[in-house]
Every structure is written in structure tokens, then in C-alpha cells.
């Protein structure tokens, strides 16, 4: 497996426009989560899904964020309108085969976002 | 709510020497602990995990760790460094099996001299 891609790696937009953010998990696991990472706040839990349900978005602004999983192998993070405090690296990541019993998170290599 | 604490932003260490990066965590259920490494411009990647199974955990890349429930401890060490070791280190805590929600220290930058 190619483990979880994030696309893009890196993105610069201008205040108040939509940015959206791509992940595609591992295979055949059941959970994906988007954590954000800043100096100041260090790694923060935005949103996670079981089987593409929301479970817990209560780390993300609900005003300007939103976060789908339209299907196992893909989610979408949205910011609309994008604030230059967006700005951050923003982890996917997956977890918990049922096949294998694994539970352990697989980071992607995060999507660089800066605002200005 | 459960919550880590590592101490010490940074932490240096010659070549050779012993690794010690400090995690203490609170938990009101017994935890799942995580040790997560990041070089830069990577993401995080699984060095070990305690599952209650067993208080020294071993990981990759030589590294390993000890659950101490009474000091709530779940410190992370290797007894030589390496250069290659130089990244920084996330310890976490996750209240169900492991694979939910984890909750992350602030990390340790690891600075190795040769």
C-alpha cells in the first residue's frame, strides 16, 4: 500500500478564498482523522470518521471548516472563507484494519497551508 | 480529559549517548500510549505503542519505553544515539483501543552532536 496520500503537499492562498484539502486513506482501514499542527498550538484533532461518519468534529471551526468522506477511499477538508490564522500543516491519517487487527495511526505527509 | 506532558522542548545529546525523552500522562481510564517520530517536513511515524500488555514496549530503530503506572510515566529511551535519530518526538494518549482520537504532547526536538 502507498500508505495515506495528501494532496496538495503545499498551498499558498490569498485571504478569503477556498481552499480544499485531499486525502485518501489506506486501504481497508476504518477510521481517518485530520489533525492540524502549529508552533503555537502543536498537533490538534479537527475531525475524525468511523466508516465515513463523523464521530468527533468538535476541534474544528465550524464557521469557516468543513470535512466529508463522500466514500472509504477519499475525504475532503474544506476552509471557506480561508483566514491567514489557517495557516498550519494539516495531517491525515488512518487507522484500524479489521483484517488484521492492526490498530496503530498512518500519517500522510501533510498538506502545507499558508494564508496571506 | 486525557491529556500528556513532555518535558523539555529540546533535548541534546552526543552521539552515543543515552536517549531519555520524558512523557507523563493523565488518564481517568487506562490508556493506549503512543510514540510518534517526526523528521522534517514528514509526517508522523509509529515508533511504539503500550496496550497494557506489557510495561516495556520495544519499537523500531532501537528504541523503547516503560509504562510506570504509579508515576504515571511512559518515558521513551535508546541507549545509543544515532544522527539519524535527530527529529522530534511526539508522545500520545488514546482513550479506546488505540485506534480513536489521540491526544498529542507538544513534542521534543531530539538535537544529536557528533
Known amino acids: 500500500d502507498a500508505g495515506v496520500i495528501q494532496s496538495p503537499r503545499h498551498e499558498v492562498t490569498e485571504m478569503g478564498q477556498e481552499v480544499t484539502l485531499r486525502c485518501k486513506p489506506i486501504?481497508?482501514?476504518?477510521?481517518l482523522f485530520w489533525y492540524r499542527q502549529t508552533m503555537m498550538q502543536g498537533l490538534e484533532l479537527l475531525v475524525y470518521?468511523?466508516?465515513?461518519?463523523?464521530?468527533?468534529d468538535s476541534g474544528m471551526p465550524k464557521d469557516r471548516f468543513s470535512a466529508k468522506m463522500p466514500n472509504a477511499s477519499f475525504s475532503t477538508l474544506k476552509i471557506q472563507p480561508s483566514e491567514p490564522r489557517d495557516s498550519a500543516v494539516y495531517f491525515c491519517?488512518?487507522?484500524?484494519?479489521?483484517?488484521?487487527?492492526?490498530?496503530?495511526?498512518?500519517f500522510g505527509q501533510g498538506t502545507r497551508l499558508t494564508v496571506v | 480529559a486525557q491529556s500528556v506532558t513532555q518535558l523539555g522542548s529540546h533535548v541534546s545529546v552526543s552521539e552515543g549517548a543515552l536517549v531519555l525523552l520524558r512523557c507523563n500522562y493523565s488518564?481517568?481510564?487506562?490508556?493506549?500510549l503512543f510514540w510518534y517520530v517526526q523528521y522534517p517536513n514528514q509526517g508522523l511515524q509509529l515508533l511504539l505503542k503500550?496496550?497494557?500488555?506489557?510495561?516495556l514496549v520495544k519499537g523500531i530503530n532501537g528504541f523503547e519505553a516503560e509504562f510506570k503506572k504509579s508515576e504515571t510515566s511512559f518515558h521513551l529511551t535508546k541507549p545509543s544515539a544515532h544522527m539519524s535519530d535527530a527529529a522530534e518526538y511526539f508522545c500520545?494518549?488514546?482513550?479506546?483501543?488505540?485506534?480513536?482520537?489521540?491526544?498529542f504532547g507538544t513534542g521534543t526536538r531530539l538535537l544529536v552532536s557528533p
Open positions: 491519517a488512518s487507522s484500524f484494519d479489521a483484517r488484521t487487527g492492526r490498530t496503530e495511526a498512518f
Open positions: 486501504s481497508g482501514h476504518d477510521y
Open positions: 470518521f468511523n466508516n465515513k461518519a463523523v464521530m468527533d
Open positions: 488518564s481517568s481510564v487506562p490508556p493506549y
Open positions: 503500550y496496550t497494557s500488555a506489557a510495561t
Open positions: 500520545a494518549v488514546s482513550e479506546g483501543t488505540g485506534f480513536q482520537k489521540l491526544v
